[in-house]
């Protein structure tokens, strides 16, 4: 698609519940993102993927947080035992490719993840 | 390790004014981008403008343009004309070559006033 499509648009868990989050990038993107944004202004990195392969996970919260991109289906972050703290925006974002110059990453609207 | 700040949590500009949001970064790496995205009420992030550490002219793309010092490490974002559609958050974001990641300011909320 022409666009970065992320699925729900808002979740709602009780704590201690599981939430996935899907992502669909633009067709011929070969990297996605995922990013955290709390309180309207803080982004927090979470995790890419080159195609199918993790590129770099050093923001995940491994103990609870997992990822994949597998071909031809729709990326997911999954968070197992939510947290009140979980509550956030997450964005999904793709790039044509990783590296060089003007390699932009498009976002998605995001998927609002309200935690009670 | 990477770092952007905004030092303007909010502004407030009459209609049809130019306005320039501040950025500055800190990185000792040579090779970076940096870029502005929108984010309106309604909560997508929109790309709006990039400049590349070694581009010799300033960005520029349609009302936006980036004031890009490289030696004050700053790249400003200035909106030509505003008009009440540009009310929204604004942020500023970098990205190493090679380790692609965004690394985010903590935004800008811009007004409109009519």
Known sequence: GEEVAQTPKHLVRGEGQKAKLYCAPIKGHSYVFWYQQVLKNEFKFLISFQNENVFDETGMPKERFS???????????????????????????????GQGA?????????TRLSVL | ?????????????????AVTLDCTYDT???????????????GEMIFLIYQGSYDQQNATEGRYSLN??????SANLVIS??????SAMYFCAMRYFGNEKLTFGTGTRLTIIP
């Open chain 1, 67 to 97: 990822a994949k991109c597998l071909p031809n289906s729709p990326c997911s972050l999954e968070i197992q035992a939510t947290k009140l703290e979980d509550s956030a925006v997450y964005f999904c974002a793709s790039s044509p490719t």
């Open chain 2, 28 to 42: 000792s790496d040579p090779s970076y981008g940096l870029f502005w995205y929108k984010q309106p009420s309604s």
């Open chain 2, 81 to 86: 004309a505003s008009q009440l559609g540009d």
């Open chain 1, 102 to 110: 003007q390699n932009i990453q498009y976002f998605g609207a995001g």
């Open chain 2, 1 to 17: 390790a990477q770092k952007i700040t905004q030092t303007q949590p909010g502004m407030f500009v009459q209609e049809k004014e």
């Open chain 2, 68 to 73: 890009f010092q490289k030696a004050r490490k």
